[in-house]
Structures are given as structure tokens and as C-alpha cells.
């Protein structure tokens, strides 16, 4: 089992940033990537950004590329995204993923089912 704790979310202005972290604990030797996702009132959950727990790849959607980094310090077991220029479109619940399964390509790492482990969420809120 992994367990996954987020936390750094908060309210910003349009135009601020924050960093949100995701502390990784238990079968940590067994992750393969690590994703963030979000999910705003009335919307699906969709893919934000994405990280191989080893080697370092990232992944980006379109809507935060040169916006959102995700990170990760594997001495801490612990990913980060940093957000800046934030848009009160990014406003939503944040949510961390960890993937045990293989991965390769950017469609296998902004998909769900890639995932296994979730964290609880945090929220987000950028003002207008």
C-alpha cells in the first residue's frame, strides 16, 4: 500500500502562486509514476501534471504548460507542482495520484486508470 497526504492548497489571486506537496509513505520502491489531478465543481476530474518516480520525465496538458513544474525529492518521498500565473480557471480540489504499473508516453501518464493510490485533495481557489 502507498498513502498519499497533499497539502499547500489555499486561496491566491489571479496571478499568484502556490506549491502544493504530496508526501508519499508506505511501499514507496513500488511507484512507477506519480500524477497530479484536479476536479472543479460540476466538472470530470482531468490530468494536470505528471512525473516518472525514477528517472524524472514530466508530462503537461496544454492548459498549465510554462504555468505548473512538477517536481519530486526522492530523499523526502515527497512531489511537488508549483503553480504561478494562476487563473481563476484553475480553481478546483488538487488531488495526488501515485501509479505502480508501467508507464510510457504522455496518454498513459494523464490517464486515471494509470493510478492506484489517491491522496484526499486539496483545495485550490484563485480570486478574480
Known amino acids: 500500500q502507498v498513502q498519499l497526504v497533499e497539502s499547500g492548497g489555499g486561496l491566491v489571486q489571479a496571478g499568484g502562486s502556490l506549491r502544493l506537496s504530496c508526501a508519499v509513505s508506505g511501499r514507496t520502491f513500488s511507484i512507477y509514476a506519480m500524477g497530479w489531478f484536479r476536479q472543479a465543481p460540476g466538472k470530470e476530474r482531468e490530468f494536470v501534471a505528471a512525473?516518472?518516480?525514477?528517472?524524472?520525465?514530466?508530462y503537461y496538458p496544454d492548459s498549465v504548460k510554462g504555468r505548473f513544474t512538477i517536481s519530486r525529492d526522492s530523499a523526502k518521498n515527497t512531489v511537488y507542482v508549483q503553480m504561478n500565473s494562476l487563473k481563476p480557471e484553475d480553481t478546483a480540489v488538487y488531488y495526488c495520484?501515485?501509479?505502480?504499473?508501467?508507464?510510457?508516453?504522455?496518454?498513459?501518464?494523464?490517464?486515471?486508470?494509470?493510478?492506484?493510490?489517491w491522496g484526499q485533495g486539496t483545495q485550490v481557489t484563485v480570486s478574480s
Open positions: 495520484a501515485a501509479g505502480p504499473y508501467y508507464c510510457s508516453g504522455y496518454g498513459c501518464y494523464a490517464g486515471e486508470s494509470s493510478y492506484a493510490y
Open positions: 512525473i516518472n518516480w525514477s528517472g524524472g520525465s514530466t
